[in-house]
């Protein structure tokens, strides 16, 4: 009698389970969490500033020029910031570390390049923030988003030492995902603090 063959169905192994993804949705609940802080402060700002000019007298001392440069500059850093990240995880997801290594690296270059624009802002503001109630208003919203920043760099730090020890790779890249996440809402945030504070100045 043959020996009965064994059902390919029955050697197969299954596929690995889809890991639940908590570190994707905790950087997006963190995300919201830090743009809200950001965005509640920069509505505060703006109706101060417009109950100011409602009064007829000026949003900052007449004496301070609020120079848009610097501004828009930090915004096309965080934009190209926003393609490099992308390189990041598009390289990592096919396991092409040395691109990956190189985009991570401009990225983090790019974050430092939008703190040190903030300071040189602050640096042609010459402006105290305890002179004037907008003063400490326009402090604390661009303060409040160079924290959201910094730690935006932090996560995608981490997370670029992780892919250094081989850990994000293929499917597993999902932690530089979830770094480019609060990244981009970073970013975001920037865009109505850009447009609240500079533009509409």
């Known amino acids: 009698m043959a020996a009965a063959t064994a059902s390919p169905l029955a050697v197969t192994t299954p596929p690995e389970p889809r890991r639940p993804r908590v570190l994707y949705f905790g950087a997006a609940f963190a995300a919201a969490s830090s743009a809200l802080v950001v965005i509640s402060m920069l509505a505060v700002y703006l109706q101060r500033r417009a109950e100011n000019l409602a009064g007829g007298e000026t949003a900052l001392p007449e004496d301070v020029v609020l120079p848009l440069t610097p501004g828009n500059m930090g915004a096309l850093t965080l934009l190209m910031s926003a393609v490099t990240l992308a390189w990041a995880i598009y390289s990592l997801r096919n396991d092409d570390r040395p691109h990956a290594y190189m985009a991570i690296g401009l990225t983090l270059v790019f974050g430092a390049a939008f703190i040190v624009d903030t300071a040189y802002l602050y640096q042609q503001l010459l402006l105290s923030p305890t002179s004037d109630p907008m003063a400490g208003l326009l402090y604390a919203v661009t303060g409040a988003h160079l924290v959201m920043t910094v730690v935006a760099m932090l996560f995608v730090a981490v997370m670029g030492f992780q892919a250094l020890g081989g850990q ?34």
């Open 168 to 201: 994000l790779t293929g499917r597993d890249a999902e932690g530089m995902s979830a770094a480019a996440i609060y990244w981009y809402v970073m970013i975001a945030a920037y865009g109505a603090v850009w447009y609240g504070v500079y533009i509409t100045k």
